[in-house]
DNA sequence: CTGTTAGCGCGTTCAA
DNA sequence: TTGAACGCGCTAACAG
């Protein structure tokens, strides 16, 4: 074990002056020397080297970020729920691009009302960061129209602004999904809505199309919104509806966490109607029947999100409003390709 | 949709000079209107309030954290892959503290080989954070000593340098998951171990320690050190271990992803010995047999860390360096309850 | 009570 | 090639 200090907390950091003295040059040339040092003799840019690493000089990023029109070189990200596997992987991902191009990401808190994402979204403005990458709640955002700052959405819209972004092709996931079930010979299928309102109402879009395309008609009764996004909330609704006189024989559940929900209902009740879900999740080929998702590449969502801001907050990308989307793929595993059984068939509780 | 103007991204922030102009006054009453109000006449107070709501003012935090001797009002985080849930809900708790008291969570990119882990730290540091959360990678940490920034390291304690760490008691959750096995009747348990040093070593000497107090020689054969921390390494070791001439009984998985690739393995093989694994995560109560888990409170961790770094950084705390270590509990669900199988029992493949 | 001023650490002029 | 001086936005210390 090294020799310890007790709590030493008040080492000043050493700055471009001390530099600058101990190596006995002015300040000027130092920066120089820092900041690639073209215009410098060899010699003297040696001994400013020098006297950088004997005094452990970092160049300090926040003084560098009050220059004169130059922006900070960190992102923010704002998200819900990190514990959700599909947010962390956005932020796994964002930041990897970030950190590539040496820009730091700055988490705000984010707080479940739309009150709180506004509140979190002007710390992190307040913070000088150079870009916004936001997967905004419902709340209206034009208060960012006059930040000053490339904001860049990721998963879903915003209203109130026009700016990039970048999003899953729900629509055509939701019909892929359903054209999958219909394509078993499902008639009756229920879809599980979770309460957010861009993504899970194109899916429903999808859903509506692909019954349209194949000729047969939504029974609305299938069409459940569920009051919360929660696995509670969808399995509770699984349970009422397989309890149902003419349940479905097929669910398409619209996000991972309602997946869950409804595979947790199914195994108490010991009912297997086909089950496809959107969003892949880890484990999903390991449950008693895998899980068959709709499932898109959300490390890219992220990386593309962080690829976009970044070129926006450095200026080489001008271009207008972008909006790119993502495709989505079937993963067939199984509960997906259950063939509809007749009420009468299924198995007693 | 509102008016929409084509990208104005050099709309300057308004200044504290730009409200002390527009409301008449100083620019040191602004200050100090915008700080709390104490010392400012009331009449006074409300034309800069009407000023910077006209302008829409915000505070430059940058700025602020130039201010001679204070710090910003940012912490770091620095960790492994978010994608894995212990992390993410490490980064998602201590957010949560940290923003409710006004601070913002900086990410650093965290690459995987420790030298990338100490650039990012630097970086970190450049950015004049009030103070750090290391997950620690292997290397030394020394070169934080004199960075002048409080540090508390989560999970696992760094050599090189004394500072907080908050952890869980992973000798003792070692010792509690092999207990249980060991009550079961197994007496033959293999213990699959990541390639961490720290944690999984605790966890190995908790296994060691209850074999002695059952009075149990530990088979070496069956310490199994992966060369990696993933699902796969552990699937490939325990099909290697099962279908050896003597397997074992029962298997301690040490981490959350090592106990996926068990059970993954486990299933393929059709083979059901006992299974613990070391940290909770999310299905394990779904799947075919429900996985039993040695687990602890982790969002406490992260909790944990957060406020002792708040403290720290503000001066609050000056005790001694602190080690908080978190208790583990044991979770039953079946797969740890399975009673011991002589070889012969098994199903075939 | 309020206005003014001096830095904080750095990059960028402008001279020398 | 190098040094000195100014300003970024803000707070604290000092006058008035």
Same mark, same amino acid.
């Given at each position: ?40 003799? *060899? ?7 020098? !006297? ?7 160049? =300090? ?80 955002? !034009? ?25 899953? *092709? ?59 996004? =929660? ?18 024989? !097929? ?64 200026? !080489? ?29 299924? =198995?007693?509780?």
């Amino acid at each position: 074990m090294p020799e310890t200090f007790p709590t030493k907390p008040e080492v000043a950091r050493p700055t471009m002056i001390d530099v600058a003295r101990r190596a006995g040059v002015g300040l000027g040339t130092v920066s120089r020397v820092v900041n690639g040092g073209h215009g410098v003799r *060899d010699e003297t840019a040696q001994r400013v080297r020098a !006297a950088i690493d004997e005094l452990g000089f970092q160049r =300090n990023e926040v003084a560098r970020a009050l220059r004169p029109g130059k922006k900070s070189t960190s992102l923010a990200l704002v998200l819900g729920d990190l514990t959700n596997p599909f947010y962390a992987t956005i932020a796994k991902s964002s930041l990897e691009v970030a950190g590539q191009s040496g820009f730091a990401v700055v988490l705000g808190s984010v707080d479940e009302d739309p009150e709180g994402e506004k509140r979190a979204i002007q710390e992190l403005v307040s913070r000088q960061v150079a870009g916004l990458m936001i997967v905004p709640d419902q709340g209206d955002h !034009a208060f960012l129209q006059g930040a000053g700052v490339p904001v860049v959405f990721v998963d879903r819209p915003a209203t109130g602004i026009d700016a990039d972004i970048v999003m899953v *092709d729900n629509e055509g996931g939701g019909k892929l999904a359903t054209d999958h079930l219909l394509a078993q010979g499902h008639e009756r299928i229920a879809i599980l809505l979770a309460p957010s309102y861009y993504t899970i109402g194109r899916r429903l879009r999808g859903f509506r199309r692909a019954h349209r395309a194949a000729g047969i008609d939504v029974d609305e009764s299938l069409v459940i919104q569920l009051p919360e996004g =929660n696995a509670e909330a969808a399995e509770k609704a699984t349970r009422e509806v397989m309890l149902r006189a003419d349940p479905p024989t !097929a669910i398409f559940a619209s996000t991972n966490f309602l997946t869950e929900g409804v595979l947790r209902a199914l195994g108490e009740l010991g009912q297997e109607p086909a089950v496809v879900g959107f969003d892949d999740f880890r484990l999903a080929d390991m449950l008693p029947t895998p899980v068959t998702v709709v499932a898109s590449d959300i490390a890219e969502l992220g990386r593309s999100a962080a690829r976009l801001l970044l070129d926006r907050a450095s200026g !080489a990308d001008t271009r207008p409003p972008q909006r790119i989307v993502l495709p989505c793929g079937l993963i067939e595993r199984g509960s997906g390709e259950r063939p509809p059984r007749s009420a009468g068939e299924r =198995n007693p509780r």
